[in-house]
């Protein structure tokens, strides 16, 4: 932009030449704390520290944002909520119940949805919450993964980014059971069944968990507990762990011209993050606010009731739950009767197996990367997903494996919508959930390493322009330009890769039994993670690329010059 | 600092740093922006933010006039199935907040100094000095506790502390009653059972087959064939004829025995039954009436009440996970994951034509545990 900038001060802040009354006050107030709390000494590092800008660190935030949504909503539906199994016959103002018996929970969700005025309003809200934090969540959860975010220092923050998504999954289910009606109580149903399928003490579980014999009248008021006091206290104290972490790690940036490993560049926390920061927060809540009076959400008086011998059709977990429920509908009906006892197979592995498999492969996947490339350095630069391409392609395998898994938590939905056979759906995808995940792996493998060549040719031989030339003979040629700088250096502002280990110099060093058999599966895996990368060019190639380039963009205008479209002195 | 992030030497392959291909060339020139140098468009900016805080305002007082002025109740399928007050409340706030957010927002990118500034990083990693001065520390705190000199103390404390898990473990036995034989009984037992009363010992009535919810027994000329009747024992609606107080199928008694007891009646042609063996061996060739089935209608994967019955082929399907099962062949699975077929009610009618049961189920109902198959024993 060209405008004249000679007379513009530096800020647009501006300071009266004398402070006024209120600035006074403020002062008297701000030493009576300081003298108290010393936080003059936090502040001053703090209030102007930098937060680099990019719409994907915004993820996170949805996920922080909704969860204040879901503590400011829950309290409201507390202060109505009765989180008791007594049976009570239902007086309130939804006319098809009237008359009907059922618990006090399910009455008094009842009563939020259609005498309490704004209830219908904060239940929707904090169901939509809770649907967007656990998406928010796991989206967040994938930028970290997939930008390399969660490299050293971050690893730990990582962990804990992976139990909060474990605790927001529990909350949930214990959330939408409180309502006790007809879907949710099938949903606990199926919990009594996981439990009982527990080996040696799966009985002792059900019965303890659930006073007795199912569904007996104590699950409502525990999960409410859990609900209301356990799990947002563990939620709470572990997003203040993850965002001091934050705060002292100080956020990683995209790599770019001044931005570099050992700085930070962005705006201050005041005023410009802080804003930014705040208004989104007012942007989510508006939104929740806009689903919960817009979108319909679990209409429980549909449902009725819980009753043992009743269900519907269709009857399916909240989408983060539809994973493992997928597994547990397409595995086949293994059952063990062996000693006298009884090994349910057909739920243990789904249920019992799978979804802490699948949280222990996420959580060590930080460790088990640097273990494999032996980095152990710090990084606080992000890399594009392109860039570490066995990377990438674990995560999207990992991602189909989670998404057929999910396709088959609805293969009945699947079957109905789109005319096709159920036992089709689930054989095709029996056998999917093991192919999927593989094809996936190569496909995005090479696809990364694609791009990265698609990089590297950029740099070395200029963009495509767009213009093409004819040359006297007939042939085409497109021109390509050299990239501006600031895109040249970004594109080179990676690392190289390691050499890997070669396994033969691990035998020769004279390692022997376990620590050897270690070291050169090491070696060979970090050979397969590196292997076909394409590294960014060097110096010499560069400069050659570059002299070649302008050699080329040369001859090509000199041909524009004398091309026969040019009428130059040569057509005469 | 071996550690520091500059280095990239690191445990990484003894790989030599190579020199960067093109040098950094450091941070772009600041650009101005439109509302940096033009007061007629700051200002024009200024009266945007403002006005986006008075709609919220705005929006905060129809919030409030919408509160006092829509009814609730179960009128919620006014407005396009929305409900008025929900609808009106949730458009309203969430508008108050949306205007408020972009108002804040537009401020931050308009007006707000949009100079980036640069900070220095540290390695997460303490310095070498306050590494050893926090080793230091801690030894001599423990030299001085004496932890290490006196095994005893250390020792029996350890101990002592460890066992106060047992009362933390203790303390939870009152969750619930022990399992005892509850899993392998129905109140379908109740019929047929002989109790003392007055001292004398008395037979009680085989336990009729009622409907569900209306509770009238059934007659198995009631039913045609390919009719589906969810039932339940009779003793839930009529607890005086079995000699049951009726506090104990009322409220959670009630939803114990049902998620139990729900049977699934079907009747099909009586030369479709291919009558398969009991637990002890013996034919099931007596377990149906006229073609009538009874079989649990828990399911024994992990306990949804069954209830998709495709006609034609006496297969009934799990709406939860898909298990079917096959009511003319002993309750077979055919397909899905469940790993045991349903248990059956043996059947018969008694002097008055309605369906009782001959006994209870003759193996547990419901999702499968671990000590299940004790019950054979």
């Known amino acids: 932009m060209s405008v004249d900038v000679s007379k513009v001060a530096t800020t647009n802040g501006s300071e009266p ?115 967007i934090f656990i998406a928010a969540m796991m989206i967040h959860l994938l930028r970290v993964y997939f930008t390399g975010a969660f490299r050293k220092p971050r690893e730990l923050n990582w962990v804990i980014g992976c139990l909060l998504l474990l605790l927001g999954t529990i909350e949930g289910f214990t959330g939408y059971s409180l309502p006790d009606d007809l879907l949710s109580g099938t949903g606990v149903r199926a919990a009594d069944g996981f439990m009982k399928a527990s080996p040696v003490i799966g009985t002792y579980m059900s019965f303890f968990l659930f006073g007795g014999e199912f569904p007996g009248d104590t699950i409502i008021p525990r999960f409410y507990a859990m609900h209301i006091l356990l799990i947002p206290g563990l939620l709470l104290a572990l997003i203040a762990a993850h965002m001091l972490l934050l705060v002292y790690h100080k956020h990683t940036q995209w790599p770019g011209p001044g931005r570099t490993e050992q700085n930070v560049v962005g705006y201050p926390m005041l005023p410009v993050y802080a804003a930014k920061a705040g208004g989104f927060f007012f942007i989510v809540f508006g939104m929740i606010a806009l689903m919960g009076g817009l979108f319909s959400m679990n209409p429980v008086w549909k449902y009725g009731p819980y009753d043992p011998s009743k269900v519907t059709a269709g009857s399916q977990p909240d989408w983060y739950m539809g994973w493992p429920d997928g597994l547990l509908r397409i595995i086949p009906a293994w059952e063990t009767h062996i000693w006298g006892v009884t090994l349910s197979w057909n739920v ?225 | 600092m071996s550690d520091a992030p500059d280095t990239h030497s690191g445990d990484h392959g003894g790989e030599l740093a190579l020199p960067e291909p093109i040098a950094d060339p450091g941070l772009p020139a600041h650009t101005w922006r439109p509302t940096d140098v033009d007061p007629a468009k700051e200002k024009r900016a200024e009266r945007q933010v403002a006005g986006l805080f008075a709609l919220s305002a705005l929006s905060t007082i129809a919030f409030v006039v919408a509160y006092f002025t829509l009814d609730v109740g179960d009128n919620w399928h006014v407005v396009a199935g929305f409900g008025a007050s929900t609808m009106a409340l949730g458009l309203t706030l969430g508008l108050a907040l949306l205007f408020i957010g972009v108002g804040i927002i537009h401020w931050a ?36 506790s004496g932890i290490g000199r006196r095994p005893l103390i250390r020792n029996s404390l350890l101990g002592a502390v460890g066992l106060l898990g047992v009362p933390t473990v203790v303390m939870l036995r009152d969750l619930g009653p022990l399992p005892g034989d509850k899993l392998y009984h129905t109140i379908w037992g109740r019929g047929g059972e002989t109790i003392t009363r007055d001292g004398q010992q008395v037979t009680l009535p085989k336990m009729r087959i009622s ?85 649990s209608k828990i399911c024994t994967h992990v306990g949804c009440p069954i209830s998709l019955n495709e006609r034609t082929t006496h297969h009934l399907l799990c709406p939860c996970h898909q298990s079917t099962f096959d009511l003319a062949d002993s309750g077979k699975v055919v397909f899905g994951p469940a790993g045991r077929p349903l248990p059956q009610l043996p059947l018969e009618v008694d002097e008055e034509g309605y369906l009782v049961a001959q006994s209870d189920f003759d193996e547990p109902v419901g999702p499968s545990f671990w000590e299940r198959d004790y019950y054979e024993r």
């Open chain 2, 109 to 144: 990118r308009k007006l707000m100094a949009d100079h980036e500034i640069i900070e220095m990083r540290h390695p997460a990693r303490s310095t070498d000095e306050d590494r050893e001065a926090a080793v230091d520390a801690l030894n001599t705190g423990l030299a001085e």
């Open chain 1, 17 to 131: 030449a004398t402070p006024t009354k209120g600035a006074q006050r403020a002062g008297t107030i701000a030493t009576w704390a300081d003298e108290r709390l010393g936080l003059g000494t936090a502040m001053k590092k703090n209030i102007r520290k930098v937060f680099p800008d990019h719409w994907s660190f915004m993820l996170g935030e949805i996920a922080l944002w909704s969860f204040v949504v879901l503590l400011l909503t829950g309290v409201f539906l507390t202060l109505w909520f009765d989180p008791s199994m007594t049976e009570v016959q239902y007086d309130g103002s939804y006319d098809p119940l009237r008359g009907v018996h059922m618990s006090s929970a399910m009455a008094s969700t009842l009563e939020i949805s259609f005498d309490v005025r704004g209830g219908l309003l904060m239940r929707q809200m904090h169901h939509w919450a809770a649907m």
């Open chain 2, 211 to 295: 409907r569900d919810a209306i509770g009238t027994p059934i007659l198995a000329s009631d039913l045609e064939i390919g009719d589906l009747v969810n039932a339940q024992p009779e003793v839930l609606y009529n607890p005086e004829r079995y000699e049951v107080d009726p506090t104990e199928v009322e409220g959670v008694h009630l939803q114990v025995h049902k998620s139990k007891a729900s049977l699934i009646l079907l009747r099909m042609d009586p030369r479709d039954i291919k009558p398969g063996k009991a637990k002890d061996g013996s034919s099931r060739e007596n377990w149906s009436v006229d073609g009538i089935v009874a079989y």
């Open chain 1, 348 to 572: 243990m592995i789904p249920i019992l197996v799978m979804p802490p498999l699948m949280l222990m492969v996420l959580i060590a996947l930080p460790f088990l990367e640097s273990w494999i490339t032996g980095d152990k350095r710090e990084h606080h630069l992000l890399q594009r997903p392109r860039n570490a391409p066995t990377r990438t392609a674990i995560m999207v395998a990992l991602m189909t494996f989670y998404g057929l898994s999910w396709a088959a938590g609805g293969n009945d939905i699947i079957a109905i919508k789109m005319h096709l056979s159920i036992n089709q759906i689930t054989y095709f995808l029996r056998a999917a959930v093991f192919i999927g995940p593989v094809i996936a792996f190569i496909i995005t493998r090479r696809w990364c390493i694609s791009l990265q060549r698609h990089d590297a040719e950029k740099l070395l031989h200029g963009y495509e322009s767009g213009v093409l030339v004819r040359s006297p003979e007939g042939g085409y040629a497109e021109k390509h330009l050299p990239l501006p700088l600031e895109k040249a250096y970004t594109l080179t502002a990676r690392d190289h890769d390691p050499e890997p280990e070669k396994v033969e110099q691990i035998e020769a060093s004279g390692l022997e039994g376990r620590k050897l058999r270690v070291r050169r599966l090491r070696a060979r895996l970090q050979a397969l993670f590196f292997a076909d990368n394409v590294q960014k060019p060097t110096v010499e190639e560069l400069h050659e690329a570059q002299h070649h380039a302008e050699h080329e963009l040369h001859e090509l205008e000199s041909q524009i010059a004398a091309g026969p479209n040019r009428h130059g002195p040569a057509d005469h």
